[in-house]
């Protein structure tokens, strides 16, 4: 089937047609700001307390738009006898973002998170050398930089802070535990030397109150069969005067004491005589 002339034209004024009657959606910038998303990539921002001048960004730069100057410092031993130490000082660190590609593999390969994405892209200049930021400009933009997105409540812990958090713990425990045992020490000395004195005395006075009772309940035995023992032969007394002893009260019990026994010459001197 030929096609019909002016098909083409007709599609065109349609779509015209529609897009004329709908609702225009522009925002009005610089007026109206643009809301990026967190991870957009605008500017970098220097971190520069952690920057250890390891030139790893500068290196892995594909544009070679980042300049690194340094030099060394030596640090004296801590410690009487020790070595001493030289550690990189930085001088300038800056990036010229009329080469820059934003690819972010300076970011990537930092390895102890110097440099961070900032979404704030209004940096235009009229000159193209005023497009090379030193490390005062790219601390500024740090300002900018966005709090990281919270992490997922079922996620791993990061094992920097699982490391940095049990290194904390064993810390503290050691020191309370010095604490503790500088605190300690003197009462704990102490403590034998009260407790056996006061076991002593308790056994002592267990001794002497168990010795005090011995000696006042074996007297009381004597007495006791003293008071009874005059009592028992009261009864075969009429037994004497009769010469017959009296059948119903039975053979008298031996009691203790030296006082029974003198009732039995009684009774046969009376017999006697």
């Known amino acids: 089937m030929a096609p ?7 599609k065109g004024l349609a779509v015209t047609l529609r897009t004329m009657t709908r609702k225009t959606v522009t925002d009005q910038y610089p007026e ?9 990539r605008g500017v970098i921002g220097l971190f520069e307390e952690n920057c250890t001048v390891c030139m790893l960004c500068a290196r892995e730069c594909p544009d070679w738009c980042i300049y690194i100057d340094s030099h060394k410092e030596t640090i004296p031993a801590v410690t009487p006898g020790g070595r001493e130490r030289s550690r990189n000082v930085l001088d300038r660190f ?12 300076c970011i990537e ?3 102890f998170d110097a440099l961070f994405w900032s979404p704030e892209f209004e940096y235009a200049e009229t000159d193209i050398r005023d497009l090379t930021h030193e490390r005062d400009k790219l601390r500024e933009w740090m300002w900018t930089v966005p709090a990281p ?16 958090r049990k290194t904390a713990d064993k810390l503290a425990a050691t020191q309370t535990e010095q604490g503790r045992a500088r605190s300690g020490s003197p009462t704990g000395a102490a403590k034998p030397q009260s407790t056996a004195p006061a076991g002593a005395a308790e056994s002592q006075s267990g001794s002497s109150a168990g010795s005090a ?5 074996s007297p009381a035995g004597p007495t006791e069969a003293q008071s009874e023992s005059p009592a028992a032969p009261t009864d075969p007394q009429p037994g004497p005067s009769t010469g017959q002893a009296n059948p119903s009260s039975g053979p008298a019990e031996p009691q203790p004491g030296p006082t029974h026994p003198q009732s039995g010459p009684d009774t046969s001197e009376g017999d006697a005589s």
């Open 94 to 105: 800056a990036i010229d973002f009329s080469l820059c590609m934003y690819c972010g593999i």
């Open 213 to 217: 009772e011995s000696q006042s309940g």
């Open 149 to 164: 997105p919270a992490l997922d409540p079922g996620a791993e812990e990061p094992k920097e802070i699982a490391a940095a």
């Open 4 to 10: 019909i002339p002016g098909a083409g034209l007709a």
């Open 32 to 40: 109206m700001q643009p809301d990026l998303p967190p991870r957009t």
């Open 109 to 111: 390969v930092c390895p």
